[in-house]
T-cell receptor
Framework: KQEVTQIPAALSVPEGENLVLNCSFT??????LQWFRQDPGKGLTSLLL?????REQTSGRLNASLDKSSGRSTLYIAASQPGDSATYLC?????????????FGKGTKLSVKP | DTAVSQTPKYLVTQMGNDKSIKCEQN?????MYWYKQDSKKFLKIMFS???????INETVPNRFSPKSPDKAHLNLHINSLELGDSAVYFC??????????????FGNGTRLTVT
């Protein structure tokens, strides 16, 4: 059974710092891995999607890496800003068809202090 | 324009009642989903549905039923509400199954409180 773990559960950093969020999963047979952002009272916003054949994806100040063999992914945020404060969720999609197979971690709550 | 919209945003009701949550997407997507986020913040799939197939997570009680009047809507009906149903329910959509490398689009959630 696939399990997704995110460490740390919460992180507080001063503005301008570079930071790394970690995600690990127990079953390496995944179709893709996705990072989402969740703001309070809002839904999830997709940030990056890494296909199983890829090792990383970049969007602006965000870079996500994937190491399937070790069951790990990292989300790197460069030059953090207060607007980056949110909960970041990692999810993996297993084989067998649909996005309904997304297994989520509990998230890392990030606070960026001005 | 809101891509995936849910109503109501908040729902407070008593045990035993029957309630519905509505979801609409204007993205032209073929597949819609309902997710539940419990008090421990875990997000879990409840249903996925397109015009061909309804896939139900086996852990979902049969008091929960999705209803789709058309491709753009997937409503969630809940009968005989229980205290443990209190959670945030998210609707989501994606393109036709088979394009699994397209990310999901989520609504803003409905916070259900059962008293």
């Amino acid at each position: 059974k696939q399990e997704v773990t995110q460490i740390p559960a919460a992180l507080s950093v001063p503005e301008g710092e570079n930071l790394v969020l970690n995600c690990s999963f127990t079953d390496s047979a995944i179709y893709n891995l996705q990072w989402f952002r969740q703001d309070p009272g809002k839904g999830l916003t997709s940030l990056l999607l890494i296909q199983s054949s890829q090792r990383e994806q970049t969007s602006g100040r965000l870079n996500a890496s994937l190491d399937k063999s070790s069951g790990r992914s990292t989300l790197y945020i460069a030059a953090s800003q207060p607007g980056d404060s949110a909960t970041y969720l990692c999810a993996v999609m297993g084989y067998g068809g649909s996005q309904g197979n997304l297994i989520f971690g509990k998230g890392t709550k990030l606070s960026v202090k001005p | 324009d809101t891509a995936v919209s849910q109503t109501p945003k908040y729902l407070v009701t008593q045990m035993g009642n029957d309630k519905s949550i509505k979801c609409e997407q204007n993205l032209g997507h073929d597949t819609m989903y309902w997710y539940k986020q419990d008090s421990k913040k875990f997000l879990k799939i409840m249903f996925s549905y397109n015009n061909k197939e309804l896939i139900i997570n086996e852990t979902v009680p049969n008091r929960f039923s999705p209803k789709s009047p058309d491709k753009a809507h997937l409503n969630l009906h809940i009968n005989s509400l229980e205290l443990g149903d209190s959670a945030v329910y998210f609707c989501a959509s994606s393109p036709l199954s088979g394009r699994e490398n397209s990310p999901l689009h989520f609504g803003n959630g409905t916070r259900l409180t059962v008293t």
